[in-house]
């Protein structure tokens, strides 16, 4: 059985930084592209960051987040890590852990369909 399950959410200042941490089991994890979604209240959930197989060769990032956050995973603790920075009050959402089918291609996928493992969502409040 595969479980997802993130952490590290919680209240922070806008300019501040926070890390998300996603625990994977049960699965090919270093050949799984990961990925983080979020949705905010009243909104549809939404591509964060993502990044592909393996080394993690290539990652993905949606423009409202680019140069602020960054993703990385180690395939030895069957981990990967949504780094936030320069946090915005709209950053405040829900934050989806994702894990991709296997796949050993070098795509960092953005589409939620591509995904099909996910975790319960950690709450992250950016307070002005």
């Known amino acids: 059985q595969v479980h997802v399950v993130e952490s590290g959410g919680g209240l922070v200042q806008a300019g501040g930084s926070l890390q998300l941490s996603c625990a994977a089991s049960?699965?090919?994890?270093?050949?799984?592209?990961m990925g983080w979604f979020r949705q905010a209240p009243g909104k549809e959930r939404e591509f964060v960051a993502a990044?592909?197989?393996?080394?993690?060769?290539?990652?993905n990032y949606a423009d409202a987040v680019k140069g602020r956050f960054g993703i990385s995973r180690d395939n030895a603790k069957n981990t990967v890590t949504l780094h936030m920075n320069r946090l915005k009050p709209e950053d405040t959402a829900v934050y989806y852990c994702?894990?991709?089918?296997?796949?050993?291609?070098?795509?960092?996928?953005?589409?939620?369909?591509?995904?099909?493992?996910w975790g319960q969502g950690t709450q992250v409040t950016v307070s002005q």
């Open positions: 994702a894990a991709g089918r296997v796949d050993d291609s070098a795509s960092a996928y953005s589409e939620q369909s591509d995904y099909a493992y």
């Open positions: 049960g699965l090919a994890f270093s050949r799984s592209a």
């Open positions: 990044i592909s197989s393996w080394s993690g060769f290539t990652t």
